[in-house]
Nanobody
Framework: VQLQASGGGLVQAGGSLRLSCAASGRTFTMGWFRQAPGKEREFVAAISWSGGSTPYANSVKGRFTISRDNAKNTVYLQMNRLEPEDTAVYYC?????????????????WGQGTQVTVSS
């Protein structure tokens, strides 16, 4: 499975962006992670195949929304009220098992990352 992330860019604080991640094949749980300069990669959000389970990191809860379109094998991350602290490379990832997880090491496939920069 190949994952192609897109939608990153430069936005002012308080603005919005929507990231997309298209998968070349069927996936189950999909997630978004991010890595800021000098920091470790961290979990942002995940979504189960049905969409019924959507855990979020506390830092983005209430501002970000993850969703998916299984007909298009695509997952989205709507990011609102962006803050400079959200600046990072955002990666999408996929699990090929019917299991929800927020643990980076349990994801089987990774996209190439898309840069999000929030200016103050």
């Amino acid at each position: 499975v190949q994952l192609q992330a897109s939608g990153g860019g430069l936005v002012q604080a308080g603005g919005s962006l929507r990231l997309s991640c298209a998968a070349s094949g069927r996936t189950f749980t999909m997630g978004w992670f991010r890595q800021a300069p000098g920091k470790e990669r961290e979990f942002v959000a995940a979504i189960s195949w049905s969409g019924g389970s959507t855990p979020y990191a506390n830092s983005v809860k209430g501002r970000f929304t993850i969703s998916r379109d299984n007909a298009k094998n695509t997952v989205y991350l709507q990011m609102n009220r962006l803050e400079p602290e959200d600046t990072a490379v955002y990666y999408c990832a996929a699990v090929t098992r019917l299991r929800m997880t927020t643990i980076m090491g349990e994801y089987d496939y990774w996209g190439q990352g898309t840069q999000v920069t929030v200016s103050s």
